[in-house]
């Protein structure tokens, strides 16, 4: 399979997960495609900080947001295969598929992490992702 344009939602809280997304997407990539990176910050949608926060700290936490995700492609991603750093705000799965269809992506690489009983009830981001995107969805676990 060779893709031209993979998308990776990323949490960038696991750089050792992400680099196992790198090499999967890396193996399907054609000679000429790309990988964006996408990291979804979901802080608002579950309004735990938002009374205690100013704005100017969602900024600057945004700020910081962008430089490590653009850090990131540039230190596991071969120059020719590196696209775009992406920032999106809100639940993760929906901006996930969001992502893949606005960038009209080949595929989606994501890690998803080993099933729990709960998960069978409530269903991961990853399983989410893999009933609604509009390409080919491979998790990574």
């Known amino acids: 399979m060779s893709l031209k ?7 960038l809280a696991f750089p050792d997960v992400v680099e196992k997304e790198v090499d999967m997407a890396l193996k399907l990539l054609a000679d000429d495609g ?5 990291f979804v910050d979901d802080i608002r949608v579950h309004h735990s900080m ?4 100013s ?16 850090a ?3 230190r596991l991603v071969p120059e020719k295969h590196r ?27 994501m ?11 409530l ?6 992702v893999v009933r609604h995107a509009p390409c080919s969805v491979f998790v990574v676990r």
Request: net charge positive.
């Open 5 to 11: 344009h993979v998308l990776m939602p990323v949490d």
């Open 34 to 38: 790309v990988i964006d990176m996408l």
């Open 50 to 53: 938002v009374p205690t926060v």
């Open 55 to 70: 704005g100017d700290t969602f900024s600057g936490k945004n700020a910081n947001t962008r430089l490590a995700v653009q």
């Open 72 to 74: 990131m492609l540039e």
């Open 83 to 109: 696209g775009s750093g992406i920032i999106r705000s809100g639940v993760v799965f929906d901006e996930v598929v969001a992502q893949a269809k606005k960038s009209q992506a080949d595929a989606i690489v």
């Open 111 to 121: 890690a998803s992490a080993k099933p729990k009983l709960r998960s069978y009830l």
């Open 123 to 128: 269903g991961s981001n990853a399983a989410k």
